[in-house]
């Protein structure tokens, strides 16, 4: 057990690092910006806005092409997809490796082409692969190869985005439903052993850089107020994200339809270069405070609309970023309208506070969200107060807002019977 856990976390650490290292080669080449430097200072939004608006819509075309021709060939050819979920409830956890490899690699080359999902899947389904098969070849027993499957996935992810905490509780509290002790140590280590692993190529840096963290009352009261908003809004977009993706095609139309929402996005693209890539270009702008209010809702808007139309096209990815810069844009908006009435909320607390609050509530996990913000801007302490404050609102909210809408499709489906009385 011990040998497949360092073996896991290793190998989940390669594999985020070769994917990240993947994606930033592709969006440089593609986007023509700081080619001899993959990990440099130049950030995708800047790279994107100084490209010709002709050429990232020739870009997103091409992410179309990909998209649609690739999945359709998984689909017709592969063997069928195991999601990590299923995984970790399976009798045999182990996941097909070319079919998931594949569909690890078009998440990765999709997003780095401008793709509005999010590219944290990738790696998890990477180290959940790897740690399968190296829990199959150690003869674990079916309980410690689900164990090692989740830790794997959470591993991928501290990899990733340099959250080693953030991925062991995302393992303990999403994909185990447990804080038990066992699955607790082996958790953090492979999440540690990943993220140490993965600075060698990425370094040791945090995702978003954001202005020192300014408690005051404007901004505590805006978070207890607001708090439910952003689980009403959360509850919205996992509605329409879900139905967008069981929608999806995967046959002939496939690649007709990525052909065409990319282009679609190409061509808003050429005037809001900040709706390219998984969101991060413009959660950073909403923790800067650099966005103005109308801009803040026109890209909320925007986003939301080709995120579930990238699912409904057939596209696969994440929504954590994407939830994340949702919050985000959304935090901007209500603290501009806040400051009206009650001054002294800065828009950049409002926008870590919102991201916060809508990732917990749309991904329904309040310890892993703040823990993640925490981790990916290295916030101070100040922060957690409001953080925990609009968590707990939209949490409730979400709930809230789910009871009801079970209650009325119960009362529609028992419609009939009453009418045939």
Known sequence: MAVVTVLTGIGAGLGGMLLAL???AIQHLAYGYSIAHVIGSESFLTGVTAAEPLRRLAVLVGCGIVAGGGWWALYRYGRPLVSIRRAVRAADPRMPFVSTTVHALLQIVTVALGSPLGREVAPREIGSLLAGRFAHAARLTPDDCRLMVACGAGAGLAAVYNVPLGGAIFVLEVLLGTFEIRALIVAVVTSAIAAIVAWVGLGNEHQYTVPAFVLSTPLVAWSIVCGPLFGFAAYGFVRLTTRARANAPKDWRLPVFAL?????IGVLSMGFP???????GPASLGFDGTLTIGLAAVLLVLKVMIEAGSLRAGAEGGLLTPGL??????GVVLG???SIVWPGASLGGCA??????FLAASMQ???TAVVLLLEFTRANHDSLVPMLLAVAGSLVAYRFAQRVAERRSSKVASTPATVAR
């Not at 810069?325 to 959304?330: C, E, R, T, V």
């Not at 870590?352 to 609050?357: K, R, V, Y």
């Open 22 to 24: 993947l994606l930033h």
């Open 260 to 264: 065409l929402n990319f282009a679609v």
């Open 274 to 280: 900040q709706l390219l890539g998984n969101g991060k």
């Open 325 to 330: 810069a949702n919050g985000a844009l959304l």
């Open 336 to 338: 501009g309208l806040w």
């Open 352 to 357: 870590l506070i919102g991201a916060t609050a």
């Open 365 to 367: 996990m309040p310890i």
